[in-house]
């Protein structure tokens, strides 16, 4: 099932970028491997139709990812994220 993931890249200059990704729910653990690797990762890319953008990690302030894992089971999650993640809080 094809759904888009809305991801806000936020840079130390203060800069955001917001990208729409298509994702094929029917591939989750393809989805949960790409997840890993982004946590591991020293960039992070983004390739579009004209370009390929690779952001610096430590460029990065933060990464705000749409809630598209609503297909996903809360506790599937928790297999992905790094054990260090606080998980299932309520942002006030």
Same mark, same amino acid.
């Not at 991801?7 to 200059?13: P, S």
């Given at each position: 099932m094809p759904c888009n993931l809305f !991801? !806000? !890249?936020?840079?130390? *200059?203060g800069k955001k970028e917001t990208f729409s990704i298509p994702v094929n729910m029917d591939s989750a653990i393809y989805e949960k491997k790409r997840m890993q690797e982004l946590f591991k990762s020293n960039y992070v890319i983004f390739s579009t139709d *004209? *370009?390929?953008l690779a952001y610096p990690s430590t460029s990065i302030r933060s990464i705000?990812?749409?809630k598209f894992l609503n297909s996903i089971e809360s506790k599937e999650i928790d297999t992905f994220l790094p054990l260090s993640s606080f998980k299932n809080v309520h942002q006030h």
């Open positions: !991801v !806000v !890249v936020e840079l130390n *200059d *004209d *370009d390929i705000r990812m749409s």
